[in-house]
């Protein structure tokens, strides 16, 4: 069954979670008061610092060590500080964000720490080649991993991916650097993205991280989520499966599964495959629609078993932007699919 709020003294959402040192952490964006009216840009999630959160146990008390980075205190932001991520690596601990930059345009930028409840010091600039939004870390450890780290984002309408176009769109003759070889389209700005019979649907990004944590080791590449009849990619059209934003990587039994919302259909998804740059076979819903109009959720295995973190606007009232982190166990069958404990 689904659990209460973690925590009702403030509203949080976004959540991501880790098992650092034996203990959960939870890493989620703060949602705050504001009187901006719902729009598809998003501009209600006005949330400008992030807090983290920390259990010993399930259904032990939940301890918030309060703001452990600010909006103030990252020079190339501008506003809306949205869904973050954490890792580990290195011995230290990166938190992993989106937010605009003075122009507007959502990049993804990385605070470390030597603690994981932080606080988190923020680098001077943005990941150089990063664009878009809702990043996931996944560091492939363990037996059957590389050792690596990889950095998966992507969110569309106000998360600005489908603004991201080939350079030929614009008459350009190169992109923006080696890392991101597309252009920024601001006319494509708002609740725009391809459509039509035939159109494929817009894929998650993913680049391997550099052994520092604090750019791209490689090019970004596209995601492709796979229909299991055809082995076609999803189309555009498909909004009950098709991507929309939330990427998460997570690995059982050897299989990587890549979850994600639907957006505007409002599931949360997950599709299977055998290497971290997919392509990966959708498989089903993971979550029926909650109350509020987004998805965005992790998995972590914590204590023996393993657990869906996501949010609701239950504590609310179904306010839209004020949301509230909750988490349930999830059960994997014989053929590996994931149900609802």
């Not at 990941?127 to 363990?142: E, K, M, N």
């Not at 080791?217 to 055809?230: G, K, N, Q, S």
């Not at 971290?276 to 819903?285: A, D, E, I, K, M």
Request: net charge negative.
């Amino acid at each position: 069954m689904a659990s209460e709020p973690l925590v009702k003294h403030i509203y949080t959402a976004d959540p991501s979670a880790h098992v650092f040192n034996n203990k959960l952490y939870i890493y989620p964006s703060h949602d705050r008061e504001t009187d901006i009216a719902f729009n598809d840009n998003g501009d209600q999630y006005d949330m400008n610092d992030y807090h983290v959160l920390s259990m010993d146990r399930v259904g032990g008390e939940v301890t918030d060590h309060g703001v452990v980075l600010h909006q103030k205190d990252v020079p190339w932001v501008s506003k809306q500080l949205w869904a973050p991520d954490a890792a580990h690596k290195n011995g230290k601990y990166y938190l992993v964000f989106p937010a605009r930059d003075k122009e507007g345009i959502f990049r993804i930028g990385v605070a470390s720490s030597a603690n994981p409840e932080g606080p988190f010091k923020a680098e001077e600039s943005y990941i150089r080649g990063s664009y878009s939004i809702d990043p996931a870390v996944f560091v492939d450890d363990g037996e059957q991993g590389d050792g690596e780290a990889y950095l998966y984002f992507g969110g569309i309408w106000g998360g600005q991916l489908q603004c991201w176009v080939e350079p030929s769109v614009l008459d350009k003759n190169e992109g923006e650097n080696e890392l991101n070889t597309l252009v920024f389209d601001a006319s494509r700005s708002g609740p725009q993205e391809p459509s039509g019979k035939g159109t494929l649907a817009l894929g998650p990004r993913v680049a391997r991280l550099s052994k520092d944590m604090f750019s791209l080791a490689e090019p970004v590449r596209e995601i492709h989520i796979l229909d299991p009849e055809t082995g076609e990619p999803i189309g555009a059209d498909d909004h009950a499966r098709r991507f929309f934003e939330a990427a998460w990587l997570h690995r059982y039994n050897g299989t990587y599964y890549f979850s994600y919302s639907t957006g505007d259909t409002h599931y949360l998804a997950y599709a299977t495959g055998s290497s971290p740059y997919g392509p990966f076979t959708y498989r089903g819903r993971i979550l029926e629609p909650v109350l509020g109009w987004t998805t965005h959720h992790s998995i972590a295995e914590f204590q023996g078993k393993w657990w869906l973190f996501y949010h609701d606007c239950e504590l609310s009232k179904g306010v839209d932007h004020l949301r509230s982190v909750k988490m349930r166990e999830i059960v994997y069958d014989e053929q590996g699919a994931i149900r609802l404990a």
